[in-house]
C-alpha cells in the first residue's frame, strides 16, 4: 500500500524516532478503500493512548498524501510479535503512569526550574501566576502574559512551567515565537500545513517565548491567532512572554493584542538590590564560585538591571580565579570588569542619586533636603527616596537622615506612592528611568 508508505514517510518527519517506533512502526494498515482505513494495533490500551496522542496527526498526514479525508478503524491483532509491544511495559505500570508525555518545541533548559528563580519583589507576581499555572493548567489565568525588560527571567519562568509540567507527565509545547515561525515557513514551502496545525493544538499547555517578535510579520499572526483560538477554545492553557505590554507592541494586529488581554497579565521589573544578591549568592553557590560579600555588593550595585549581565559577570569572575588560582577580592573583581563597569559608575550611593535627581529637576540639594512642601520639590524628594531605597542597600530610617533628617514611616510612604506612580503614571515612569539610566 503506496498511500501508508507515504503516510508513515510524512509521520516519521514529525516525530521523534522513539514516538515512531512505538507507537506507528507497529501498526498494519489491513485495507483502505474511497472513504475509510483499516488498522490492525496491538491492544487496548495501544488504542486509547493513540486515538488521545496520535490519531489528529494521524489523519492529517492522511488527508496530505492523499487530498481526502478518511474514517479510521481499529481492530486488535492476535499476532505475537505485535502482542510484545512496548505498550504491554506501560499497561503493566500504569497503575502509577497512566500517561507518558511528549513534549514539542524548543529545547527545555532543565536548570530553569522554579527552585533556583529567586524571588524578590520585582517579580513576585509573574513567579506567583506562574507556579499557580504550572500547578493547575486552565484553571485560573488564561493566557497568561509575562512581560518585562530584557535578562529579567522571562525564559526562566517559562521553562521552569515548562520542566514542572514535563515533570507531571502532561503534554506542553516551549518554544520561541521566531522558531514558531521559522516552523511556519517551511511548512508553508514543503506543504505541511495541516501537520503544522495539528503539531502545535495538540499541546495541553503552550508555552510561547518573545511573542513581540510576530509584531509586523502577517502570515505569522494569522496562523498564531488561529493555534491560540483552537487551544483557547478546547480549554488550553497559553502562556506568552514578551519584552512589552501588548498595548505597546507595534504592528501587533488588534484581535491578538485584545486576546493577550483576556487573562491575566504579570510584569517583572528590574531587581532591588537585595534581590540581585540574593541571585548572586545562590548562582555562586551552584557554581562553586567563592564570592566575598564586598563583591557580591559591588556586582549587585554596579550593575543595574539585567540578571543576566550580572550572572555573565559572576562567570568571568569564577573562571578568572579558577583559571589562574587567585582569591576573588574587590580589587581582582573590579579589574577583571573593568570593561564592563567603569570605575566611575561603581557603587551608586544616596548622595549620587539626590545630585541625579537636583540635575533632572533642576533644583538645589538644600531645596530637597528641606522641609518646602510644594510639589515641585516634594516629588524629586519622593523620587530621589525611592530611587536609594531600590538602588543602594540603606534601610528607611538611613534615607530618612540623608533626606533631611525625615522618619521613616515618611520614606516608606514615599516609596510606596512612587511606585504606585510608576503604574499609573507613564510619564513619572519615564522620568525616572531616564534618572536611572544616567546614574
Ligand atoms: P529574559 O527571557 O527575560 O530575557 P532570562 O529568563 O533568559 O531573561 O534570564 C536571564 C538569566 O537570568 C537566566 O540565566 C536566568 O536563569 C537568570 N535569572 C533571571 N531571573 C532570575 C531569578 N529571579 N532567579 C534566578 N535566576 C534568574
Ligand atoms: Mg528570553
Same mark, same amino acid.
Given at each position: 500500500?503506496?498511500?501508508?508508505?507515504?503516510?508513515?514517510?510524512?509521520?516519521?518527519?514529525? =516525530?521523534?524516532?522513539?514516538?515512531?517506533?512505538?507507537?506507528?512502526?507497529?501498526?498494519?494498515?489491513?485495507?483502505?478503500?474511497?472513504? $475509510? %482505513?483499516?488498522?490492525?494495533?496491538?491492544?487496548?490500551?495501544?488504542?486509547?493512548?493513540?486515538?488521545?496522542?496520535?490519531?489528529?496527526?494521524?489523519? $492529517?498526514?492522511?488527508?496530505?498524501?492523499?487530498?481526502?479525508?478518511?474514517?479510521?478503524?481499529?481492530?486488535?491483532?492476535?499476532?505475537?510479535?505485535?502482542?510484545?509491544?512496548?505498550?504491554?511495559?506501560?499497561?503493566?505500570?500504569?497503575?502509577?503512569?497512566?500517561? #507518558?508525555?511528549?513534549?514539542?518545541?524548543?529545547?527545555?533548559?532543565?536548570?530553569?526550574?522554579?527552585?533556583?528563580?529567586?524571588? &524578590? @519583589?520585582?517579580?513576585?507576581?509573574?513567579?506567583?501566576?506562574?507556579?499557580?499555572?504550572?500547578?493547575?493548567? $486552565?484553571?485560573?489565568?488564561?493566557?497568561?502574559?509575562?512581560?518585562?525588560?530584557?535578562?529579567? &527571567?522571562?525564559?526562566?519562568?517559562?521553562?521552569?512551567?515548562?520542566?514542572?509540567?514535563?515533570?507531571?507527565?502532561?503534554?506542553?509545547?516551549?518554544?520561541?515565537?521566531?522558531?514558531?515561525? +521559522?516552523?511556519?515557513?517551511?511548512?508553508?514551502?514543503?506543504?505541511?500545513?495541516?501537520?503544522?496545525?495539528?503539531?502545535?493544538? @495538540?499541546?495541553? =499547555?503552550?508555552?510561547?517565548?518573545?511573542?513581540?517578535?510576530?509584531?509586523?510579520?502577517?502570515?505569522?499572526?494569522?496562523?498564531?491567532?488561529?493555534?491560540? +483560538?483552537?487551544?483557547?477554545?478546547?480549554?488550553?492553557?497559553?502562556?506568552?512572554?514578551?519584552?512589552?505590554?501588548?498595548?505597546?507592541?507595534?504592528?501587533?494586529?488588534?484581535?491578538?493584542?485584545?486576546?493577550?488581554?483576556?487573562?491575566?497579565?504579570?510584569?517583572?521589573?528590574?531587581?532591588? %538590590?537585595?534581590?540581585?544578591?540574593?541571585?548572586?549568592?545562590?548562582?555562586?553557590?551552584?557554581?562553586?564560585?567563592?564570592?566575598?560579600?564586598?563583591?557580591?555588593?559591588?556586582?549587585?550595585?554596579?550593575?543595574?538591571?539585567?540578571?543576566?549581565?550580572?550572572? &555573565?559577570?559572576?562567570?568571568?569572575?569564577?573562571?578568572?580565579?579558577?583559571?589562574?588560582?587567585?582569591?576573588?577580592?574587590?580589587?581582582?573583581?573590579?579589574?577583571?570588569?573593568?570593561?564592563?563597569?567603569?570605575?566611575?559608575?561603581?557603587?551608586?550611593?544616596?548622595?549620587?542619586?539626590? #545630585?541625579?535627581? @537636583?540635575?533632572?529637576?533642576?533644583?538645589?540639594?538644600?531645596?530637597?533636603?528641606?522641609? #518646602?512642601?510644594?510639589?515641585?520639590?516634594?516629588?524629586?524628594?519622593?523620587?530621589?527616596?525611592?530611587?536609594?531605597?531600590?538602588?543602594?542597600?540603606?534601610?528607611?530610617?538611613?534615607?530618612?537622615?540623608?533626606?533631611?533628617?525625615?522618619?521613616?514611616? @515618611?520614606?516608606?510612604?514615599? =516609596?510606596?506612592?512612587?511606585? #504606585?506612580?510608576?503604574?499609573?503614571?507613564?510619564? %513619572?515612569?519615564?522620568? %525616572?528611568? $531616564?534618572?536611572?539610566?544616567?546614574?
Amino acid at each position: 500500500m503506496d498511500i501508508w508508505k507515504n503516510v508513515l514517510e510524512t509521520i516519521e518527519e514529525n =516525530v521523534d524516532e522513539q514516538t515512531f517506533e512505538n507507537w506507528f512502526k507497529p501498526i498494519k494498515p489491513i485495507y483502505i478503500n474511497n472513504d $475509510s %482505513i483499516s488498522l490492525e494495533i496491538p491492544n487496548k490500551f495501544f488504542l486509547d493512548w493513540f486515538q488521545k496522542n496520535y490519531l489528529a496527526l494521524l489523519k $492529517s498526514s492522511l488527508s496530505y498524501v492523499t487530498k481526502k479525508e478518511y474514517t479510521v478503524k481499529f481492530s486488535f491483532s492476535t499476532n505475537k510479535d505485535i502482542l510484545s509491544h512496548p505498550t504491554k511495559k506501560y499497561q503493566k505500570e500504569s497503575s502509577f503512569k497512566q500517561k #507518558k508525555h511528549i513534549f514539542i518545541g524548543d529545547t527545555l533548559n532543565k536548570n530553569h526550574s522554579f527552585d533556583n528563580f529567586i524571588v &524578590g @519583589t520585582s517579580n513576585q507576581f509573574a513567579h506567583a501566576a506562574a507556579l499557580s499555572v504550572a500547578k493547575n493548567p $486552565s484553571v485560573n489565568y488564561n493566557p497568561l502574559f509575562i512581560y518585562g525588560g530584557v535578562g529579567l &527571567g522571562k525564559t526562566h519562568l517559562l521553562s521552569a512551567i515548562g520542566n514542572y509540567l514535563v515533570a507531571h507527565n502532561i503534554n506542553v509545547c516551549f518554544i520561541s515565537s521566531e522558531n514558531f515561525m +521559522n516552523e511556519l515557513i517551511n511548512s508553508i514551502r514543503y506543504d505541511r500545513m495541516p501537520i503544522f496545525r495539528e503539531k502545535f493544538r @495538540t499541546a495541553e =499547555v503552550l508555552l510561547i517565548d518573545d511573542i513581540q517578535f510576530i509584531a509586523g510579520k502577517e502570515r505569522t499572526q494569522e496562523e498564531f491567532f488561529h493555534t491560540f +483560538n483552537s487551544l483557547f477554545e478546547s480549554q488550553r492553557q497559553i502562556v506568552m512572554s514578551s519584552d512589552k505590554f501588548p498595548r505597546d507592541i507595534n504592528f501587533l494586529e488588534e484581535r491578538l493584542r485584545s486576546r493577550f488581554e483576556w487573562g491575566l497579565i504579570a510584569d517583572i521589573q528590574p531587581p532591588e %538590590i537585595e534581590t540581585k544578591i540574593a541571585i548572586l549568592k545562590s548562582k555562586a553557590y551552584t557554581l562553586n564560585i567563592p564570592l566575598p560579600d564586598d563583591v557580591c555588593f559591588f556586582l549587585a550595585s554596579s550593575i543595574n538591571s539585567n540578571i543576566r549581565e550580572l550572572e &555573565g559577570s559572576l562567570i568571568r569572575i569564577g573562571a578568572f580565579a579558577s583559571l589562574t588560582e587567585k582569591e576573588i577580592t574587590l580589587s581582582t573583581a573590579k579589574e577583571i570588569l573593568k570593561n564592563i563597569i567603569p570605575d566611575n559608575k561603581s557603587v551608586i550611593d544616596i548622595e549620587t542619586i539626590q #545630585k541625579a535627581v @537636583t540635575n533632572h529637576f533642576k533644583i538645589k540639594i538644600s531645596d530637597l533636603n528641606s522641609n #518646602k512642601r510644594q510639589r515641585v520639590y516634594a516629588l524629586p524628594r519622593q523620587i530621589g527616596m525611592y530611587l536609594s531605597r531600590k538602588l543602594t542597600l540603606s534601610s528607611f530610617p538611613e534615607i530618612g537622615t540623608s533626606f533631611g533628617g525625615r522618619d521613616h514611616s @515618611t520614606v516608606i510612604h514615599a =516609596v510606596n506612592k512612587i511606585k #504606585k506612580l510608576i503604574e499609573s503614571d507613564k510619564s %513619572i515612569k519615564g522620568i %525616572i528611568e $531616564s534618572i536611572e539610566n544616567k546614574l
